[in-house]
Every structure is written in C-alpha cells, then in structure tokens.
C-alpha cells in the first residue's frame, strides 16, 4: 500500500509531519492512554518498585513492546501519571477559582485558600482514576527511595509552596513557627479524608460524605488558623 522504492516520495511524508507534531501524535495516541490507564492502580496498589513494565503490558492487554516506544523507561511512564495529574491540581489555577475581593475579610480569605487546597485532592477522591494517584502519592511520601525520583521535589513542594506563600501573605506578622504548625494542621486534615475515606461501590468516594468531611475539615482549619492569629504568635525582631 505505501511504497518506499520511490525516494522522492517519502521525504514528501517527512515534510508534512514535523518532530513537534509526530511528538503530540505519539503523546495522545490512545495506546499511550490506555497504558497510562493500566498502570495507574497497579502503582497505587503495589508501589513503583512492586511493579514491572510486563505487568503493566499485560493489564493493559497491549505488547510489551508498546512500552518502551511511548514512554521509554518505567520512570518515565511513572512520570507521565504524576504530569496528568498534578497539572489538573495546579495551585494558582485552583486559587483563582476561589478568590475573593479585596474587600473582603481576612478570614473569608483564609476560607477561600483553604477550600482551594482540598478542592484538588476532593476531586481526584472523588474521579475513578483520579483516586489511584491519591494512593500513588501517599506511597511516594512514605517511599524511602522517593527522594531519586524528584516527584515530590517537581509536582508537590512547590504546589505547596505557593499555598505556603498565600497564606504568609494573610497572616505576615505570624511567627514562622506558628504559620508552620498552621500548614502542617491543613496537611493533617487532609490525611484524614485520604485514609478514613470508604469508596462506594462504583470504586469512588461517596460524594456526600466527601463533601461533608472537606466542609468539617475546612471550618476546623479556619477556626484554628484564626486562633493562632488571635493568640498572638508574632514573628520576633
């Protein structure tokens, strides 16, 4: 059907697809996706180490060969799971969705960055897919061999820090200790929903107990971050 004898032909085919666009054809190739699909709940379920790049062919029901062609490495597919998600996540993106007026006070402010940060990890909780990278990046923290993969140190600190920033910009006269025991109060709460959550039986988080648990959880947060400002942690001179 294509015929390569001819040598004037096939630098036509080259010409008229570029290196960016056979890149973008190869990233959304629905094999790409249905690998990506695969992996995902073998990763949450066993780790990075406890899983082979055989394994992951076979959920995927395509040849092992695939792999390497859209991916390359193991490391690389494992990557590729962090960038769908963390980019659907994006801390700036998230914050502009909950944003108040200047007018408005501190701690509807305060409300505001706290929803904004359980709005990203609620609705992985509550999306099929979604919820195997929450157990990913639970086993990622807790994975000692984390810190050669630079997951964490690419996706997660610094979405957290431009949290950490917004709120410091709130609260500027607070104590660092006291802005960091607040932080580390908003982390906490989200460890609760993320181990104490049940799935329903569609495999997702009952939406109304989600729902209700974020709600708890953030009016807890608010109300202890403004008594740490009205206990008068202020940062010494």
Request: charged residues 25%; neutral net charge.
């Amino acid at each position: 059907m294509y015929k390569t004898e001819n040598c004037d032909a096939a630098p036509l085919i080259k010409l008229n697809l570029p290196a960016k666009a056979k890149s973008m054809s190869r990233s959304e190739h629905p094999t790409r996706e249905q690998i990506l699909r695969a992996a995902e709940p073998l990763f949450a379920e066993h780790g990075f180490a406890g899983v082979t790049m055989r394994g992951i062919a076979k959920a995927a029901g395509v040849h092992l060969g695939q792999l390497p062609y859209h991916f390359g490495t193991k490391d690389a597919l494992y990557r590729a799971i962090w960038e769908h998600w963390v980019s659907q996540i994006e801390a700036r993106a998230l914050l502009a969705e909950m944003q108040h007026g200047n007018d408005a006070s501190r701690k509807a402010k305060l409300r505001g960055v706290v929803i904004a940060f359980f709005e990203g990890p609620g609705r992985m909780l509550r999306d099929p897919r979604g919820k195997h990278f929450v157990a990913i990046m639970v086993r990622e923290v807790h994975d000692p061999a984390s810190v050669s993969r630079s997951l964490l140190a690419d996706f997660i600190l610094p979405n957290a820090k431009i949290f950490r920033d917004e709120l410091a910009s709130l609260f500027p006269d607070m104590a660092d200790e006291a802005r960091d025991a607040g932080f580390e109060m908003i982390i906490s709460a989200l460890r609760i929903v993320i181990e104490r959550g049940r799935p329903a039986e569609a495999g997702q988080l009952d939406p109304v107990q989600s729902t209700r648990m974020f709600a708890l959880l953030t009016q807890f947060v608010v109300e202890g971050w403004m008594a740490l400002a009205d206990a008068n942690y202020q940062k010494v001179n």
